[in-house]
């Protein structure tokens, strides 16, 4: 098993940065992808960001060029960097894990890009 812990959500001006984090325990070296997803209020939940066992990353068409995806294995830890926020991506982010053919979740943390 897998348990994901997000931290770093709040609310932050347009063109603002902020940070989270995702603190993976268990199982963790069962993990061969994470990934952030996000929901927004009467949306559907939305892949954001992915990394891979091998480091490749992916990002939805939205976020690219702003939002940068990493990790930290001594730490066990995924971050997504957050630049140049837009209103529209106010959301509760998700961090995800998958594992053979378990999909793990995180509770989510809000983020919320107001004036």
């Known amino acids: 098993q897998v348990q994901l812990v997000e931290s770093g959500g709040g609310l932050v001006q347009p063109g603002g940065s902020l940070r989270l984090s995702c603190a993976a325990s268990?199982?963790?070296?069962?993990?061969?992808?994470m990934g952030w997803y996000r929901q927004a209020p009467g949306k559907q939940r939305e892949l954001v960001a992915t990394?891979?066992?091998?480091?490749?990353?992916d990002y939805a068409d939205s976020v690219k060029g702003r939002f940068t995806i990493s990790r930290d294995n001594a730490q066990n830890t995924v971050y997504l960097q957050m630049n140049s926020l837009k209103p529209e991506d106010t959301a509760v982010y998700y961090c995800?894990?998958?594992?053979?053919?378990?999909?793990?979740w995180g509770q989510g943390t809000q983020v919320t890009v107001s004036s």
């Open positions: 990394i891979t066992n091998y480091g490749n990353t």
């Open positions: 268990g199982n963790i070296f069962s993990i061969n992808t």
């Open positions: 995800s894990a998958r594992a053979l053919d378990q999909h793990y």
